[in-house]
C-alpha cells in the first residue's frame, strides 16, 4: 500500500531523497538559466524553458495557506509551481479568509484537500504543519510553523552550499542569530549533523541560545558530539559546538570530539550563516542584537566563507557586504524556486525517476512508541505556542507524544516536538504513580497503553492517583 | 437576440438547467478522481486530468471580487477555473483594493468586465449581486451577498443529495441553525421546494425563523402548503414544516398537507442541514445556539439521514460526528470544484452541449410587473443592509420594485428582494393616495406608470399627497 | 552590450517606442474582441482567442508587488499576463509580506528578480519604482509611485486618445482635477507635450496646480510654449496653458503662442480630462473640489470634447454623464489590458518585431551629468516624500541627482525628479563654497566629481566649508 507523505520537518525526508531533490533541482535551474545572467538575456530564453519541464505539472493546483505575513516563501512556492505548468489557488491574509469566521485549521485543510494537489501551510503556531498533515487528503509542505521548523528553506539553504563548496560533509559551519525564535535554524541543524557537517553556534544575544530539546536531538539521534567548551572558549561569541563523526557506525573507533575539532577548524569557517531577530516570537524586544560586516569578517578564519542569510534582514547583516565576492545570500535565494520545483515535482509524482519513496515517511519515521492520552487528564505539551494549545484548533488536536525510552525518558509532542524531561507514569489500573522509566516501551510489552503521564505530583493525585512506592519513597526524602 | 446570463439567485436557473450542471458536475468529477481516493493514487491521475476538459478553458479569465472574508468559496472558484484550464484574478481584501478609495462597485464591475470573461461576487450587503450584474458586460455569479442568497452553495448542496439519496423528489429535509442570517438557507429552501422536497425547520435559537418573505415565497410562489402546527408540535425544535405537492398542477386533488405530512415522515429524515450562528449578520451575540451531534441524531428518524453543514462550523457540529456514517459534509464540500466547473462552464459556453439557455433568466423571470420609482421621493426597500442604502452605492441604485399582485399586493425590492406588505398608492395626476391594489398590475393597463407608492401616510403627507376616497374612510374607521 | 530596460517614467519609452506599443496594442485589442460587444457573443470568441497572442508569454511570471491599495492597476496587469499565456504572482497587502517583518524595497525587489521575469511595482513614495530599477535583475513597470508618475496609465490614456481621435498632434486637451498630488496627470502631461497636444490646466481647487519643477520641464525639455495669462482670463477655472510648437527645431519660426493659442482654440477642446482627489497625498482634506457634468459641459467649446478618468471616480465626475455620448472613461479603462500586453510583450521579447530598442533607456536618457554625494553631508532631495526619505529605504538610496546646467542650474533626484534650485557648490579641495553654475558639468571637465553641493549656506559651513569669493559678496550684499 502506498503512503501519503508530507513534509513537516526535514527530517521527513531521508537522506538520500534530500540528493534527488537537488539532481532534480540541478535540471530545473539549467532550464530556468542561470540567475546570474541579466535581464534581457533571460527574456530571450522564455521560449526555450517551454521545454521539459514546463508542462510536467499542467493541470495540478498548489493551495498556499498563509496565517502569517510571507513574500518571499510564498511567492517562491507559487512561482515553483507557476514555472512547471501549474496554478495555483492562496489565503495570503487570515483576516480575510474563513479563519476569520472561526473555522478551524483542520477543517479547512480538509476541505482545500479536494481543491489542490498540495498545501503549503505557513502558521504562527508550533506544529501547526503536523496537524495539517494529520487532516489533509493531500502532501502537505512545511511553509514555517511557528518557532518548529521551516525545512524548504533548509533545502534551500543546503543546496547552496552543495554549490557553493561542492559537498555538505566536513564543512564547517557557523550560525549566528536568534536560535531560540529561528524556525530556519532548527531545520537547519538538523540536515548539517545528517549530512556530517560540524556546527558552532553563536547566539544573536543572551537568551538565544538553541533550544534544550534541539540541542539534545542533535547530541543523541543525530550522531553530533559536544566539544568541550575550554575549547573554543577563546571565541567569545561561540556558545556551543559540535562535530559530527565522518562514519556514524564506527564512533568508538573515533578521536575524541576536541581531536577532531582541532583538525576540522584549521581549515577555517565554511559557512557563516546569519538570521535575524525573530521579533514575532518574543514578547519583549531586543536590546544588542549582534551584527556580521566586513569586521565580524575579518578575522582569517572567515577568508573563504560563504555568507548565507535565509532573509528578510533588518540589520544584523551589513549591506556593505553586499558586493562582497563571500556574499552568497542572493544566490541562495535566487534558489528558492528550482529547489521548490523539484520537491513539489518529487511529492506529487511528476518525475517517474524522482518520486519520493513510498516508505511511512522519512529520516527517524517509526523509532519511537506513540502515547497518545484521553483528552480530559493527564500531561499536556509543555510548549505554551503549540498548535495544541490554541483555542480554535483544541478540539482537533490529541494529548499525543512519542515515548523516548532513554535512559532519563523524555516525551516529544507529536506535533511541535518539543521534549519534556521528569515526568511521572500513573497506572490506569493500580492508580498509583512512579517517575517514567524507559522500560514502559519495551518491545512486546504493551505497558504504555497501561499509563496515563503527569506532568508532577499535583497533577496525578489531582486525577485521584496516589503515590507508588518509589515515588512515596522520593517524597519522603 | 442573445441575453447575458447572470446568476445572481438560485432561481436564476431553471430546473432543467441545475440538472444540466449535474450532468456536467459528474463528467468532471469523474475527470477529476472521486475525492475518496486519498493522496498518492490522485497525484497519479494528474496526467490523465489533461483530457477532455483541461483546456476548455484556455484563455477565458475569471474575476473574483470578494468584499467578505472568504476561504472556501472563493478558493473553490479559482480551482475550478484552473481545473478548466483558464486564470483567475482575484480581489480579496477590501482594504486592499479600489474601494478602500471610494470607488462603487458598480463602476468596479464594468471595469473588470474588461479585464476578464466572468465575475464572482462576495459582498456584505443584499442584493450586491443584482446591482454588480446591472452594470457587468459579463456574466456574475453570486458568490454570496449578505443575507440574501449563495446559490453556487445551493447547487453544491443539491449535488450532494443527488448524490447521497439518488434523488431531489420527496425527501425531507431538515433545516437547523441561523434560518433569518443564513444565506446558504435562503438559496437552498427555495431549491428543495423547486425539486419537491418537504421542508422541515429548526431555528438554532429564537428570533433566528425563516424571514416572512422567504416563507411567503415558498408558500405563494414554489407550491410549498404548510403543515398545521400541531402536527408537528411533539417536535418541539421544529418550527415550520411544509410539503411539496408531487404535481403541482394538481393541488386540488392532492391529499391535505396533514395528511401527505404523515404519509412522507414515516420513511425518517433523509439530510440534516445544519448551519453555523452568522455572527456578522447580528448586532447581539448568541446566546443558546443548538448543537448537533450524536445525541440529536439518536432519535431513530435520523437512522438514514445524511448530515450536511455549508461550513465552516464553529461548534454547533459536533466533531465527534465526523466519521459517522452519516457525515456527507466534507463530501458535499469536495464538491465544490466540479460543481463551479459546471457552472463556469455552462455560463461560458466552453461546452456546446451544455451552454445556459438564452431566455431572459432564470425560474422566475418576467413574472412580475415592474415597478421604478423617481429617485427622491416614495418607499424606499425596507431590509437596511439591502445595497440601496449603502452610501457608497446609493447613486447607482434605483428605487426599484417588483410587484406583487397577490390579493395583498407586495413590493418586492429587485435588488435583495425582501418584500413590502401595506403600503400606500399615490395617484401623480391627481396627487390623492389609496391603499395599493393588486389592479395596478393588470394585464394591458399601465396604471403602474401614473402611481408613486408610499410606505405610510405620513411619507404621502409630506410628498403633497392628499387622502382619496378608500384612504379618507380608513382614517375615519 | 544589451541594457536590461524599465519602465519608471513615461520618458523611458521614446515617442517610436510608445507608437509601436500601440501598434501591439490595436493586434491584441482585435484578438480579444471589441469590449463593445457584450456578454455571450464575447464568450464564444474564447477558442478563437486562443490564436497568436495566447501562447506567447507560457511560461514566463510577472511579479505584482503592491504596497498601495489597488483593484484596476493590479487586476489588468494580471489579466494582460494571463491573456499572453504566462502567470503572476501577487503581493497585494503590505500587512501580510515580508514588508511587515522589516525587509526593504530593495532586497524585495532583489529576490523577487529570480521568481519572476518582469516586476510591476506601486508604492506610496515617490521614486519608488526607481529604486526598485536598480536593484532589480528583470524588468520593472511602474505601477504608481507616491505622486510621481504612473506610466502604464498614460500609455492607456493616449491610446484611448489615438482610437477617440485618431491622433495625438494638436489635440486640445484640458486637465482638471488635483494636478498636484496625481502621478497620473504628471506621466500624461509630458506626454502630451512629446506628441505635440496643446494642453490647458483646471487645477480642482486652490493648491492644486501643477508642481513647479513638472511646469519647468514642460516649458524646458517637452517645447511646451506658455500662452500668457491675459489670453485665458476670460477662463477662470484654467490656471495655466501651453501650446506645443509643431516642429520643435523650427521654434524660431513660428507664430507667438497668444496666436497659436487663438487659431488652434477654434475647433474647441478635444478632451476633458478628469481626476479625483488623492486624498491619500494630503494631509488636509479637500473644501471645494470641481465637479464635471453636463453643465460643465454644455459650454459650446466642448460640443466635440471626449472625456477621460482614470478611476477610481469618487464624485469629481457625475454619472450622469456615464451614458452621454462623448464619455470615454469606460472605454479607456478597457484598453488597460490590451495596452500592458503590447508593453508586457516589448519588454520580455516575446515579439520579435517589437521589442523595446535596446538603447540605454528612452525619450531623456543620457542628456544631464550625473551628481552623486557622500551619504552623511551635502543637499538632501527637497520632497519628503521622495524614497530617499523612507526610513526602511535610506540605507539603500544615495543622494544621487541629475545636474541640470540651465542658466540657473537645478538638482534633479535621480529617484523621484523633484528638482531644486538656488543651492551652492562646495569645492572640496580648498574647501569653500560658491552660488552653483553651469559650467560645472561642462562636456569634458569633470567638475562635478570635485564639488559637493548644499542645501543652503549654513549646511555648508556645519559641513566646514567657508564662503567663496562670490558667496562672500553676495551675503554681504
Known amino acids: 500500500m502506498t503512503t501519503l507523505r508530507h513534509v513537516t520537518s526535514i527530517n521527513d525526508l531521508a537522506n538520500e531523497e534530500v540528493d534527488r531533490v537537488f539532481d532534480l533541482a540541478r535540471r530545473f535551474l539549467a532550464e530556468l538559466g542561470d540567475t546570474r545572467l541579466k535581464g534581457r538575456a533571460r527574456g530571450r530564453r522564455t521560449s526555450q524553458r517551454i521545454g521539459r519541464s514546463a508542462h510536467t505539472g499542467a493541470g495540478s493546483i498548489l493551495a498556499n495557506l498563509f496565517y502569517e505575513p510571507s513574500t518571499r516563501t510564498r511567492l517562491s512556492f507559487e512561482s515553483a509551481m507557476l514555472r512547471l505548468g501549474g496554478g495555483t489557488i492562496t489565503s495570503a491574509d487570515p483576516a480575510s479568509s474563513s479563519a476569520a469566521k472561526g473555522e478551524s485549521l483542520a477543517d479547512t485543510v480538509r476541505?482545500?484537500?479536494?481543491?489542490?494537489?498540495?498545501?503549503?501551510?505557513?502558521?504562527?503556531?508550533?506544529?501547526?504543519?503536523?496537524?495539517?498533515?494529520?487532516?489533509?487528503?493531500?502532501?502537505?509542505?512545511?511553509?514555517?510553523?511557528?518557532?518548529?521548523e521551516h525545512p524548504t528553506?533548509?533545502?534551500?539553504?543546503?543546496?547552496?552550499?552543495?554549490?557553493?563548496?561542492?559537498?555538505?560533509?566536513?564543512?564547517?559551519?557557523?550560525?549566528?542569530?536568534?536560535?531560540?525564535?529561528?524556525?530556519?535554524?532548527?531545520?537547519?541543524?538538523?540536515?548539517?549533523?545528517?549530512?556530517?557537517?560540524?556546527?558552532?553556534?553563536?547566539?544573536?544575544?543572551?537568551?538565544?541560545?538553541?533550544?534544550a530539546h534541539v540541542d539534545w536531538r542533535l547530541r543523541n539521534e543525530f550522531h553530533c558530539r559536544p566539544v568541550p567548551k575550554e575549547k573554543y572558549a577563546r571565541e567569545s561569541a561561540v556558545d556551543a559546538a559540535y562535530v559530527t563523526a565522518d562514519e556514524p557506525h564506527q564512533l568508538s573507533l573515533m578521536a575524541s570530539p576536541e581531536m577532531e575539532f582541532d583538525v576540522k577548524l584549521k581549515k577555517g569557517v565554511d559557512v557563516v550563516y546569519v538570521t535575524r531577530f525573530q521579533k514575532e516570537r518574543w514578547a519583549d524586544q531586543k536590546q544588542d542584537y549582534m551584527k556580521v560586516d566586513t569586521n565580524f569578517l575579518k578575522d582569517k578564519r572567515y577568508?573563504?566563507?560563504?555568507?548565507?542569510?535565509?532573509?528578510?534582514?533588518?540589520?544584523?547583516?551589513?549591506?556593505?557586504?553586499?558586493?562582497?565576492?563571500?556574499?552568497?545570500?542572493?544566490?541562495?535565494?535566487?534558489?528558492?524556486?528550482?529547489?521548490?520545483?523539484?520537491?513539489?515535482?518529487?511529492?506529487?509524482?511528476?518525475?517517474?525517476?524522482?518520486?519520493?519513496?513510498?516508505?511511512?515517511?522519512?529520516?527517524?519515521?517509526?523509532?519511537?512508541?506513540?502515547?497518545?492520552?484521553?483528552?480530559?487528564?493527564?500531561?499536556?505539551?509543555?510548549?505554551?505556542?503549540?498548535?495544541?494549545?490554541?483555542?480554535?484548533?483544541?478540539?482537533?488536536?490529541?494529548?499525543?507524544?512519542?515515548?523516548?525510552?532513554?535512559?532519563?525518558?523524555?516525551?516529544?509532542?507529536?506535533?511541535?516536538?518539543?521534549?519534556?524531561?521528569?515526568?511521572?507514569?500513573?497506572?490506569?489500573?493500580?492508580?498509583?504513580?512512579?517517575?517514567?522509566?524507559?522500560?514502559?516501551?519495551?518491545?512486546?510489552?504493551?505497558?504504555?497503553?497501561?499509563?496515563?503521564?503527569?506532568?508532577?505530583?499535583?497533577?496525578?493525585?489531582?486525577?485521584?492517583?496516589?503515590?507508588?512506592?518509589?515515588?512515596?519513597?522520593?517524597?519522603?526524602?
Open 303 to 477: 577568508k573563504r566563507s560563504s555568507v548565507l542569510h535565509p532573509l528578510p534582514r533588518v540589520g544584523e547583516l551589513d549591506i556593505a557586504l553586499d558586493k562582497n565576492r563571500r556574499a552568497a545570500y542572493f544566490q541562495q535565494a535566487s534558489y528558492g524556486v528550482p529547489v521548490r520545483m523539484a520537491l513539489i515535482s518529487m511529492l506529487l509524482d511528476f518525475d517517474a525517476d524522482h518520486a519520493l519513496e513510498k516508505f511511512e515517511s522519512g529520516f527517524r519515521a517509526g523509532k519511537y512508541a506513540i502515547y497518545e492520552q484521553p483528552r480530559k487528564i493527564g500531561i499536556k505539551c509543555a510548549n505554551p505556542n503549540c498548535i495544541v494549545h490554541d483555542p480554535q484548533e483544541g478540539a482537533y488536536t490529541a494529548n499525543r507524544f512519542q515515548f523516548i525510552a532513554s535512559e532519563e525518558p523524555r516525551l516529544r509532542c507529536f506535533y511541535c516536538e518539543t521534549d519534556i524531561e521528569n515526568f511521572l507514569a500513573g497506572h490506569r489500573r493500580w492508580r498509583h504513580y512512579e517517575a517514567a522509566d524507559a522500560g514502559l516501551a519495551a518491545p512486546g510489552t504493551k505497558r504504555l497503553k497501561d499509563v496515563i503521564f503527569f506532568a508532577d505530583a499535583a497533577e496525578a493525585k489531582a486525577a485521584g492517583y496516589s503515590p507508588g512506592r518509589s515515588a512515596a519513597k522520593a517524597a519522603n526524602a
Open 153 to 211: 528553506q533548509t533545502l534551500c539553504d543546503l543546496f547552496t552550499l552543495s554549490r557553493e563548496k561542492n559537498k555538505l560533509k566536513n564543512l564547517n559551519v557557523v550560525i549566528s542569530g536568534d536560535l531560540r525564535g529561528s524556525r530556519t535554524i532548527h531545520s537547519f541543524v538538523y540536515a548539517l549533523a545528517r549530512f556530517g557537517a560540524n556546527i558552532m553556534l553563536m547566539p544573536g544575544a543572551k537568551g538565544m541560545e538553541l533550544p
Open 111 to 148: 476541505v482545500v484537500s479536494s481543491y489542490a494537489d498540495a498545501i503549503v501551510i505557513r502558521h504562527p503556531r508550533d506544529g501547526a504543519a503536523k496537524l495539517a498533515a494529520e487532516y489533509a487528503s493531500v502532501p502537505v509542505i512545511n511553509g514555517g510553523d511557528g518557532a518548529h
